[in-house]
């Protein structure tokens, strides 16, 4: 990505650039089954679809960065590195630059829960808030027993004591 | 363009407290017009209509109008200050973007100085403010549950918001400590009131209620006020008021939605533009007989701002608790430590209100913020021990006003129309740094007792500047206050001042009810005055 800042990629770079892209999302949210049916970031339209503009807007800095800093061999392959290794090489990043590191998952972390399909792999609707809504069950305000039996614990007015 | 309107009563800003008082005015008669910098909001556009309306928050709909960046919005330099302003400019102000906490002030809030010999007494105090509190109750249409021995006997229109799952770890936990606590007075239709429709717990309410059930002003007072016949223009920025020789305010220049300057003249102008717009307003108002602002001669136009400050304090369950349903900010408060106890190292105190979870987006971002969620390999355990997990406790803190805390003009920074913008000045105070660290300890005892397995605190919340109060104080006394006892500047006899620059202290609540009590009180001071009212 920081070689084609000045020119127009060619169809060969840009899927090269999709490529590490999506090999740098899958790195920063894989896919798990831990809570359920997780998919990895690169797995969502959001990412394998995301306008080149945007993508080097959000992700040129960190990208930079891996074809920059990181030895040569890494640099290379970067996108057929396991996930293991790719993380270490990031967090191996992070250390110097924080910043580039935490703005890269920010956006990461917003496109991802944003998505619809990961909203419903949490088991929530796809769908706005309104007009639907949300049912909350009926209080039991028995639960104000204790508090109801308080004597008043505000102070009132001096001079108005007896109007209280 | 100049135009020659014959208005008896101007009035600069339509959200909390301009919307009371054009709304008590209008039974008067008078020729009342309201000028408002914004448009009004349409509730279809809310981010709760929206299924990206988390994403929708963190830009174009951020309570926070250097993010938001709209025409209407004037920026704020707030590099000189912890905490960053929050608000709304349009019709109905804060209170479009407002939790719709709905606390009224204590008795011993008006006599601080008094009772613990901090702040200063108010020249009014609660009992003459009662009667104004139930009034803006009623059209309001308050939430709640009568009762509460943290209050004098009050009456609520409507019953309270349910506590949901986080509502009753919370009350769990207070029960537990023997603390108090009691259903939130909430601004909030929980059944149809007044033409509005009941809430059905969209949650995001501090982007809008798109629901129509949160009673912000431009479905409460507005339509009652426009059918009365005050009028209201939109997209009106007022740049500056105009005076005579003879210290009478004579009207206001202000930008129309074209740009174009216009002159409104007015026997009356009242300020409502909120205690940042306000001042700014004073001070953007120099003349020959005014140089230092209009109504300025005392020195404490913009000195003496109080926020807020907030401790806020999660507690992370094992249990889900559907926290991102219902009303965010409004379930139950806790004031056992409102009022003054010497030994706990501060004056006055602070009210724990519940804060409920949020959606998936601000989840993740918050435990990116706060180390709760990490990324890679470790990325969906951490934030599924995080998500749905989530209940919360805010100490929001009595605030003293301190005369080095301001709102000055920029030297640079303009708005879209070129007016001047403010620049915020402002340090906690040690007496807020310790009442901080005392609410963050007391909320982190109840979530610990309710159950919670990690705690998390932040404070003060930086981006917590919702109520900006004290920066044009009223009192008897010209030399130390703004305005008199009824909202009038001491320096010109037609100009009053109705929003939270008026407060003398902040108290440890929410100010809108207080913020509009005052200004029906002034609204019926003028009724009752208007034979004599620039004397």
């Keep these: 990505m920081a070689k084609g800042h000045d020119k127009r990629p060619s169809k060969r770079e840009a899927d090269t650039e999709r490529g590490l892209l999506l090999s740098l999302v899958e790195t920063l949210i894989p896919s798990s089954n831990a809570n359920g049916a997780m998919p990895a970031a690169s797995q969502l339209t959001e990412f394998r679809e995301i306008p080149s503009e945007e993508a080097r807007l959000v992700y040129g800095p960190l990208l930079d960065l891996i074809l920059t800093r990181t030895p040569q061999e890494a640099r290379q392959s970067f996108a057929s590195l396991d996930l293991d290794a790719r993380e270490e090489i990031i967090r191996g990043l992070g250390a110097d630059h924080p910043e580039v590191i935490g703005g890269a998952v920010s956006q990461t972390l917003i496109r991802y829960y944003g998505a619809e399909a990961v909203v419903e792999a949490l088991g929530l609707e796809a769908r706005p808030a309104h007009p639907g809504g949300y049912a909350l069950a009926e209080t039991n305000w028995a639960m104000l027993g204790p508090v109801k039996a308080m004597e008043p614990i505000y102070k009132p007015t001096p001079g108005r004591e007896e109007e209280g | 363009m100049t135009r020659a309107d014959p208005i008896d009563v101007l009035i600069v800003g339509a959200g909390a407290s301009g919307a009371a008082i054009a709304w008590s005015l209008a039974e008067t008669g008078m020729r009342i017009v309201c000028l408002e910098q914004g448009d009004w909001p349409n509730p279809s556009e809310y981010p709760s209509t929206q299924r990206e309306s988390e994403i929708l928050q963190l830009g174009p709909h951020s309570y926070n109008p250097n993010t938001r960046r709209r025409r209407e919005d004037y920026p704020i330099n707030v590099s000189d200050s912890p905490i960053s302003i929050a608000n709304y400019n349009g019709v109905g102000g804060g209170t479009v973007l407002y939790a719709g906490h709905f606390p009224r002030f204590h008795p011993s809030d008006f006599r601080t100085k008094t009772l613990d010999g901090v702040g200063d007494d108010w020249p009014l105090d609660y009992e003459k403010l009662e009667p104004f509190y139930a009034e803006n109750d009623r059209m309001v249409g308050v939430a709640g549950l009568a009762g509460d021995p943290a209050y004098p006997p009050k009456e609520v229109q409507l019953p309270p918001v349910p506590l949901g799952r986080v509502g009753e770890k919370l009350a769990n936990g207070f029960n537990q400590l023997g603390w108090h606590w009691w259903p939130s007075d909430s601004a909030i239709a929980t059944r149809p009131y007044q033409g509005r429709d009941q809430c059905v717990n969209l949650g995001p309410c501090m982007s809008g209620c798109s629901q129509g059930a949160k009673s912000s002003t431009d479905l409460t007072y507005w339509p009652a006020?426009?059918?009365?016949?005050?009028?209201?223009?939109?997209?009106?920025?007022?740049?500056?008021?105009?005076?005579?020789?003879?210290?009478?305010?004579?009207?206001?220049?202000?930008?129309?939605?074209?740009?174009?300057?216009?002159?409104?003249?007015?026997?009356?102008?009242?300020?409502?533009?909120?205690?940042?717009?306000?001042?700014?307003?004073?001070?953007?108002?120099?003349?020959?007989?005014?140089?230092?602002?209009?109504?300025?001669?005392?020195?404490?136009?913009?000195?003496?701002?109080?926020?807020?400050?907030?401790?806020?304090?999660?507690?992370?369950?094992?249990?889900?608790?559907?926290?991102?349903?219902?009303?965010?900010?409004?379930?139950?408060?806790?004031?056992?430590?409102?009022?003054?106890?010497?030994?706990?190292?501060?004056?006055?105190?602070?009210?724990?209100?519940?804060?409920?979870?949020?959606?998936?987006?601000?989840?993740?971002?918050?435990?990116?913020?706060?180390?709760?969620?990490?990324?890679?390999?470790?990325?969906?355990?951490?934030?599924?021990?995080?998500?749905?997990?989530?209940?919360?406790?805010?100490?929001?803190?009595?605030?003293?006003?301190?005369?080095?805390?301001?709102?000055?003009?920029?030297?640079?920074?303009?708005?879209?129309?070129?007016?001047?913008?403010?620049?915020?000045?402002?340090?906690?105070?040690?007496?807020?740094?310790?009442?901080?660290?005392?609410?963050?300890?007391?909320?982190?005892?109840?979530?610990?007792?309710?159950?919670?397995?990690?705690?998390?605190?932040?404070?003060?919340?930086?981006?917590?500047?919702?109520?900006?109060?004290?920066?044009?104080?009223?009192?008897?006394?010209?030399?130390?206050?703004?305005?008199?006892?009824?909202?009038?500047?001491?320096?010109?006899?037609?100009?009053?001042?109705?929003?939270?620059?008026?407060?003398?202290?902040?108290?440890?609540?929410?100010?809108?009810?207080?913020?509009?009590?005052?200004?029906?009180?002034?609204?019926?001071?003028?009724?009752?005055?208007?034979?004599?009212?620039?004397?």
Excluded at chain 2, 368 to 390: E, I, P
Excluded at chain 2, 439 to 457: F, N, T, Y
Excluded at chain 2, 486 to 502: C, P, Q
Aim: charged fraction near 20%.
């Design chain 2, 225 to 535: 006020a426009e059918r009365a016949g005050v009028e209201l223009r939109t997209r009106s920025r007022v740049r500056e008021i105009l005076v005579d020789d003879q210290d009478r305010a004579t009207g206001v220049i202000y930008y129309d939605a074209e740009g174009n300057e216009n002159r409104a003249s007015a026997e009356i102008v009242i300020l409502a533009c909120n205690g940042i717009g306000t001042p700014r307003l004073l001070l953007n108002s120099k003349s020959a007989h005014f140089p230092s602002g209009l109504a300025n001669r005392s020195g404490l136009v913009g000195k003496n701002l109080m926020h807020h400050p907030y401790a806020y304090v999660q507690g992370v369950f094992d249990d889900p608790l559907d926290s991102y349903k219902g009303p965010i900010g409004c379930a139950l408060w806790s004031q056992e430590f409102y009022e003054t106890d010497s030994s706990r190292g501060f004056h006055r105190g602070y009210t724990l209100q519940s804060s409920r979870g949020f959606g998936p987006v601000t989840t993740a971002l918050m435990g990116l913020g706060n180390g709760r969620v990490g990324w890679g390999a470790k990325h969906h355990d951490t934030f599924g021990a995080y998500f749905n997990r989530v209940a919360a406790l805010s100490a929001i803190c009595e605030d003293l006003p301190e005369l080095h805390n301001t709102v000055t003009l920029d030297p640079e920074l303009v708005d879209s129309d070129g007016i001047p913008a403010p620049k915020i000045n402002y340090t906690l105070g040690e007496n807020s740094r310790r009442m901080l660290g005392h609410g963050a300890e007391r909320a982190s005892d109840v979530l610990r007792e309710a159950g919670a397995r990690d705690i998390i605190v932040q404070s003060p919340l930086p981006n917590a500047g919702w109520h900006q109060l004290g920066t044009a104080r009223m009192g008897v006394d010209p030399e130390d206050s703004v305005v008199n006892e009824w909202g009038r500047s001491h320096d010109v006899k037609n100009l009053f001042v109705v929003d939270g620059s008026i407060f003398v202290t902040a108290a440890g609540v929410n100010p809108t009810p207080t913020i509009q009590a005052l200004a029906l009180y002034i609204a019926d001071q003028i009724k009752t005055r208007l034979a004599n009212l620039f004397d």
